[in-house]
């Protein structure tokens, strides 16, 4: 029996703990807006479209921390049937291998099982994110010029997360009762690397038929 989505994804199963906006920032009150958006029932096509007035970085970066907690999420639901034994390679399926590389303990591509891999990943991002030279939160602090390269690299290296889930772990997650949320999560993603061309499309190949699938 399908588990409720309460139970799916509930903050007990999240891979990281959540990264939350301080409230009263623009930051903040940018978050909601996309929340009640998504709420809404509006086409996710609309929803990613950038507000009139609003700064492109602040609503990438609003967007970059949410698709890390979502998909953190989405991992904690099957990270218990990735093991080493089941995944002894971070992939998505026989055409698709990921290697591991950070220039600082990983200087060169490394084979990884996938665990290692996302928890590596999860970390990295992590990082990232709470430094404040790249996600500044203070009033008045400009993000670096190299902001969306950062975040471009992010949002590729998220998007591995959905591949090696879609391809090894949607049995799992459509015995939840859980593929609709993540189709969802998905699409929601893809609209807003497309609406902003933030990753190159011929990264996304290992989901191309499902993109097309639940996209067009």
């Known amino acids: 029996m399908a588990l409720c989505l309460g139970q799916v994804f509930s903050k007990d199963r999240t891979f990281r703990p959540r990264k939350r906006f301080e409230p009263g920032t623009q930051r903040f009150e940018l978050y909601k807006k996309a929340q009640a958006s998504l709420k809404s029932g509006?086409?996710?096509?609309?929803?990613?479209?950038?507000?009139?007035?609003?700064?492109?970085?602040?609503?990438?970066?609003?967007?970059?921390?949410?698709?890390?907690?979502?998909?953190?999420?989405?991992?904690?639901?099957?990270?218990?049937?990735?093991?080493?034994?089941?995944?002894?390679?971070?992939?998505?399926?026989?055409?698709?291998?990921?290697?591991?590389?950070?220039?600082?303990?990983?200087?060169?591509?490394?084979?990884?099982?996938?665990?290692?891999?996302?928890?590596?990943?999860?970390?990295?991002?992590?990082?990232?994110?709470?430094n404040e030279d790249i996600f500044p939160t203070r009033v008045g602090v400009p993000f670096p010029k190299n902001f969306q390269q950062v975040c471009k690299k992010i949002l590729s290296r998220l998007f591995r997360v959905f591949v090696h889930v879609y391809i090894h772990h949607f049995d799992s997650i459509c015995s939840m009762g859980a593929e609709a949320h993540i189709n969802t999560c998905y699409k929601h993603y893809y609209y807003f690397i497309s609406e902003f061309n933030l990753i190159d499309h011929s990264e996304l190949e290992p989901l191309k038929e499902m993109t097309e699938k639940i996209c067009n």
């Not at 492109?56 to 990735?82: K, M, P, Q």
């Not at 060169?108 to 891999?117: F, M, Q, R, S, V």
Request: glycine letters at 6%.
């Open 42 to 130: 509006l086409d996710l096509r609309k929803v990613v479209q950038l507000p009139e007035g609003e700064n492109i970085n602040d609503w990438i970066a609003v967007h970059v921390v949410d698709f890390f907690n979502r998909i953190n999420l989405i991992y904690g639901t099957v990270s218990e049937y990735c093991t080493e034994r089941t995944c002894p390679i971070m992939s998505g399926g026989l055409r698709y291998e990921y290697r591991w590389q950070d220039g600082d303990d990983y200087k060169k591509p490394t084979k990884l099982p996938a665990l290692k891999y996302m928890n590596l990943l999860m970390d990295w991002i992590e990082s990232l994110i709470n």
